[in-house]
């Protein structure tokens, strides 16, 4: 092992020596609307269901009720999610246009869709069978109530620098970014995220959304996911539940409890 700080164990076996390293946040990001552009941050509160404001509004289906993603609805990423500071989210739209108008974000988007915040119940996404087929069977999911996020057991995602390599941080969509070899140590463990404290319960698994395009000239990569499948199993980042809400900003440590 280089050091305990860089993580560089990949296996629950080499965790040995692990538990008292100590990293640095070099990244946070906030996504107000689910499968918009989001937001860099210096600083965050995370309350008790993730970083506030994070995938607290999405764009729904007038006419299905799903709830739009990147992986049914690439065009989502063109567009940017912010909050507006009195409880609701506005859009800015490819063209600068910045809004919260319904027909407004129809129009951009080609159908009836909705502004909503998320509902206190489950809401349903859909994605593709196969993530290198657009026209594969489509597969619908629930996400967990009170949130636009994916996953029931992710309400904080991590991703460590060496994971990433050189692909653009924007593919994978975490929340927090720390430096170091891997994240992929943290699964099972409890760990100090600045005065927050998280259960790191899973790897998260990718799907077609790493390939898509974006602004920025960001283009379509589906070598991404076939990387990601080949040589990580589909795995890339890590995801964590909070125990105890708290602050993080920028350059604290994240701290692997013993």
């Not at 027909?103 to 290198?132: C, F, K």
Request: hydrophobic share 40%; with cysteine; charged share 30%.
């Amino acid at each position: 092992m280089r050091g305990p700080a860089r993580w560089r164990a990949r296996t629950r076996t080499d965790l040995e020596g692990v538990a008292c390293a100590v990293v640095r946040v070099v990244g946070l990001h906030r996504y107000p609307v689910k499968s918009l552009q989001g937001e860099a941050l210096a600083a965050a509160e995370i309350g008790p269901r993730g970083i506030l404001g994070d995938r607290a509004f999405g764009l729904r289906d007038a006419v299905t009720g799903t709830v739009l993603t990147g992986r049914r609805d690439p065009l989502v990423l063109f567009g940017t999610g912010r909050l507006d500071g009195e409880g609701g989210a506005r859009v800015t739209l490819p063209d600068g246009t910045e809004t919260a108008d319904d027909e407004a974000i129809s129009g951009w988007i080609g159908r009836p869709v909705r502004l909503v915040a998320a509902p206190e119940e489950p809401s349903t996404y859909e994605t593709q069978a196969d993530p290198l087929d657009d026209a594969s069977e489509v597969v619908a999911w629930q996400g967990p109530p009170g949130t636009f996020h994916d996953s029931r057991r992710t309400q904080v995602s991590i991703v460590a620098t060496g994971d990433l390599g050189a692909w653009d941080v924007r593919r994978f969509r975490p929340n927090v970014v720390v430096e170091a070899d891997t994240a992929d140590v943290l699964v099972g463990r409890t760990v100090r995220l600045g005065t927050a404290r998280l259960e790191v319960v899973k790897q998260i698994d990718r799907c077609v959304m790493v390939t898509r395009p974006q602004p920025g000239g960001l283009e379509r990569d589906l070598d991404v996911f076939r990387r990601v499948r080949d040589e990580r199993g589909t795995f890339l980042a890590v995801g964590a539940m909070v125990l105890e809400p708290g602050r993080v900003a920028v350059g604290d440590e994240l701290v692997i409890e013993g």
